[in-house]
């Protein structure tokens, strides 16, 4: 029997940067300690794209590293997490630090400070479009607010509207794809074509619920947390030396509650149509069922006729036979059997459906 011992070995490598990590293990842990902390190295290598705009709004384009912004910043390095536009799956967030605030609202990633504003993911469409306002609002002299407010007012401005834009053009599509199912008139390729076009737009509409949810959830977290508030006055600690007090944030309380109400009135739009879509449907299907009864019902009558017809047709079928009735010579012994199986047919169909009607099978 052989036994293995497992050596506890202590070690520390110098990084390229001059620091010094310590690891302690054995050789396959200190192994993967290290690979993950060259892994991050190498994630924390990568520069971030962004833009520079100042207090008078000119532009300046950067690339940056997470750990030189951090530092400068004195951030947490998770906190860039939210800028970073290689997670595209982050929740909509504005965290307030000491010298900045960390926003992550839509398609906007923004690192505002007291005289500057961080734009990340430039080449992005709906962020090149966001600019010239941004640099509107920041130089406008009458504005009251302080450089800080005035950048993150831009950014709810342009997302508000980014959210009302798509909802104008979202709530209509569904409406039209539901009143055409709602029609009397309809028929059934009318409702299969429709519900063809329903279900991409019914997916959309979800889609748009749950980035509403989010972003109602981002503004609501800020407006519970007085010290978030009151953390946001960044030109205010840059000339002073010292936040404000912590119920001292009406300013910002009431620009975030005035966008607060326009998300949330877009969300009961939103939650309003969705049941709209949720009851037509029901409705369409009551009115797919009950024409499937209705094909059902007559394929139960013309069932019930051919089983008539083919009781006739076996009498018919007996006298057929090769055997002496005594009624072949009879001259209108035809006549009265194709009379009295026709009869007997008819009977027994309007016998069954009476019997159906009685059972109330169709009701």
């Not at 384009?61 to 951090?70: E, F, I, W």
């Not at 609202?105 to 010239?132: G, K």
């Not at 059934?188 to 019914?202: T, W």
Request: hydrophobic share 40%; with cysteine; aromatic share 8%.
């Amino acid at each position: 029997m052989t036994m293995s011992t497992k050596r506890n070995i202590h070690c520390s490598v110098v990084l390229g940067d001059g620091r010094k990590s310590n690891f302690s293990g054995s050789i396959e842990e200190i192994t993967l300690q290290r690979e993950r902390m060259i892994r991050n190295e190498a994630i924390a290598a990568v520069p971030l794209v962004c833009i520079e705009i100042d207090i008078h709004g000119n532009i300046t384009p950067k690339q940056v590293q997470k750990t030189d912004l951090a530092s400068s910043l004195k951030l947490n390095f998770r906190d860039l997490r939210v800028v970073d536009p290689s997670f595209r799956n982050e929740s909509p967030v504005f965290l307030a630090r000491k010298n900045a605030v960390i926003v992550h609202f839509e398609h906007i990633r923004a690192v505002v400070q007291a005289t500057s504003v961080l734009l990340f993911d430039p080449p992005n469409p709906a962020v090149q479009n966001f600019i010239p306002s941004l640099r509107s609002r920041i130089r406008d002299p009458s504005h009251p607010l302080p450089f800080e407010f005035r950048s993150l007012e831009a950014i709810l401005i342009d997302v508000c509207g980014s959210l009302s834009r798509q909802l104008r053009t979202l709530v209509p599509a569904v409406e039209n794809v539901l009143d055409t199912l709602s029609s009397n008139e309809t028929g059934a390729d009318s409702v299969r074509i429709c519900l063809d076009r329903l279900l991409p737009l019914q997916n959309s509409l979800n889609e748009f619920d749950v980035k509403i949810r989010e972003a109602h959830a981002a503004l609501n977290e800020v407006l519970r947390n007085d010290e978030d508030m009151s953390e946001m006055y960044l030109t205010t600690k840059l000339e002073t030396g010292h936040r404000r007090r912590v119920d001292q944030h009406e300013e910002v309380e009431m620009m975030f509650e005035t966008y607060l109400k326009q998300i949330d009135s877009m969300r009961n739009e939103v939650v309003s149509t969705i049941q709209t879509v949720r009851v037509t449907e029901n409705i369409t299907q009551i009115r797919l069922d009950a024409m499937r009864n209705r094909i059902l019902r007559l394929e139960v009558y013309l069932n019930l006729g051919m089983l008539s017809l083919s009781s006739g047709a076996f009498c018919s079928g007996l006298f057929g036979m090769n055997l002496t009735s005594h009624m072949e010579d009879h001259p209108y012994a035809f006549y009265l059997v194709s009379s009295s199986l026709l009869g007997f047919s008819a009977f027994a169909f309007f016998v069954a459906v009476a019997w159906i009607r009685w059972k109330r099978i169709f009701q």
